[in-house]
């Protein structure tokens, strides 16, 4: 298995552009969560789904940030408008269970200028 | 709130020491337990974790980690640590939230040096 898929690597935009982070879990695994990492706050969870249905979004920041799930196979992390305050490595993990051990992305960097 | 703490915040170490991360956390109940590592540039790897039995737990490269549950520590350790175990390492720990949601919660992490 390739394991966790995550485009892009990095993106660089400017404030008040949408930006789109997409991942593509691991065949099979139910729930996939979606990770923000910064210097500051550390990892946080932003939102997780099991079976393509959002559990817990109480991570999300604010409404510039929304979460699909659209298939088994596939979700994207939208931001809009961005703004530097966003600027950070988002990670998309994925699990068989959800208090199992689950697999990281290699993650996206973002940079909103 | 259930919490994590992670009060090595960065730990530097010569080839062959040993090494003690601490991690606790606030949470009464039932718990599954973690420790991942960040090798610089990468992404989160599983180092070990524990569900239950045994409360030492052996996981890769030689890493191994107690669970004292009258402490609500899960403190990682390995005797004698190589250049190439230099790392962030986090705790983490699931936690049943309102609503039955089930979610990992991390610790801020501990950065690893390690020089030869």
């Known amino acids: 298995d390739a394991g966790v898929i995550q485009s892009p690597r990095h993106e660089v935009t400017e404030m008040g552009q949408e930006v789109t982070l997409r991942c593509k879990p691991i065949?099979?695994?139910?729930?996939l969560f979606w990770y923000r990492q910064t210097m500051m706050r550390g990892l946080e969870l932003l939102i997780y789904?099991?079976?393509?249905?959002?559990?817990?979004d109480s991570g999300m920041p604010e409404d510039r940030f929304s979460a699909k799930m659209p298939n088994a196979s596939f979700s994207t992390l939208k931001i809009q408008p961005s703004e530097p305050r966003d600027s950070a490595v988002y990670f998309c993990?994925?699990?068989?269970?959800?208090?199992?051990?689950?697999?990281f992305g290699p993650g996206t960097r973002l940079t909103v200028l | 709130a259930q919490s994590v703490s992670q009060h090595n915040h960065h730990v530097i170490l010569s080839e062959a020491a040993s090494l003690e991360l601490g991690c606790n956390y606030s949470?009464?109940?039932?718990?599954?337990l973690f420790w991942y590592v960040q090798y610089p540039g990468q992404h989160l790897q599983l180092l070990l974790k524990?569900?239950?039995?045994?409360?030492l737990v052996k996981g890769i490269k030689g890493f191994e980690a107690e669970f004292i549950k009258s402490k609500f520590s899960f403190n990682l350790r390995k005797p004698s640590v190589q250049w190439s175990d230099t790392a962030e390492y986090f705790c983490?720990?699931?936690?049943?939230?309102?609503?039955?949601?089930?979610?990992?919660?991390f610790g801020t992490g501990t950065r690893l040096q390690v020089f030869p």
């Open positions: 993990a994925s699990s068989l269970a959800a208090l199992g051990e689950q697999f």
């Open positions: 065949s099979g695994h139910d729930y």
């Open positions: 789904f099991n079976n393509n249905v959002p559990i817990d």
């Open positions: 949470y009464g109940g039932t718990v599954n």
């Open positions: 524990y569900f239950s039995g045994d409360p």
């Open positions: 983490a720990v699931n936690v049943r939230g309102r609503g039955y949601t089930d979610k990992l919660i």
